[in-house]
T-cell receptor
């Protein structure tokens, strides 16, 4: 595997379900991100992890719970979601410390539908 | 104020022609980086090109070039010799420098490009 991978690619869940999204980066990076992309809205940054430590949480509801066990893996645990949480969830990674040229590389995303 | 503005929601271009996608940005930081990404219908955001605020020359990567006009705060993407596979959403993004302590990329709302055979 190369780059950033995400599983599953598609997910349909009910509002009472619990599921997890997985992201893995094979680039040797030390920072990982979760973004939400809803239709006709800019990308919304949800969480940032630098060296496995969460450094940002942009007022994300507690029904989204991130986990970063090591610098290569990132999870997003989902529970009691709402229909408005339906979106494309993108994971990204970067090599922190490169200043303004720190480029984020994205995975293919998970398309989530909450019924 | 919007950090990144992309004013063209949709663009059409004839195959083999060149097309320019507009991007303007807003920052008071003298050091910043500008990025363009391509997002096909499959969803993955693909990094295309980077321009640093102190770079003297416009960035180029194959058929992609960045028309960087610092005084106008614009960073337009030029795609030469368009191909059908170029049909996608294109996002402009910015990372600010030392005055900004966050990790945040600022993304625009994107431009949908359709290449016509």
């Amino acid at each position: 595997e190369t780059g950033v991978t995400q599983t599953p690619r598609h997910l349909v869940m009910g509002m009472t379900n619990k599921k997890s999204l997985k992201c893995e980066q094979h680039l040797g990076h030390n920072a990982m991100y979760w973004y939400k992309q809803s239709a006709k809205k800019p990308l919304e940054l949800m969480f940032v992890y630098n060296f496995k430590e969460q450094t940002e949480n942009n007022s994300v509801p507690s029904r989204f719970s991130p986990e970063c066990p090591n610098s290569s893996h990132l999870f997003l645990h989902l529970h009691t979601l709402q229909p408005e949480d339906s979106a494309l969830y993108l994971c990204a990674s970067s090599q922190a410390g490169r200043g303004v040229q720190e480029t984020q590389y994205f995975g293919p995303g998970t398309r989530l539908l909450v019924l | 104020a919007q950090k990144i503005t992309q004013t063209q929601p949709g663009m059409f271009v004839q195959e083999k022609e060149a097309v320019t996608l507009d991007c303007t940005y807003d920052t008071s930081d003298p050091s910043y980086g500008l990025f363009w990404y391509k997002q096909p219908s499959s969803g993955e955001m693909i990094f295309l090109i980077y321009q640093g605020s102190y770079d003297q020359q416009n960035a180029t990567e194959g058929r992609y070039s960045l028309n960087f006009q610092k005084a106008r705060k614009s960073a337009n993407l030029v795609i030469s010799a368009s191909q059908l596979g170029d049909s996608a959403m294109y996002f402009c993004a910015m990372r600010e420098g030392p005055l900004n302590t966050g990790n945040q990329f600022y993304f625009g709302t994107g431009t949908s490009l359709t290449v016509i055979p």
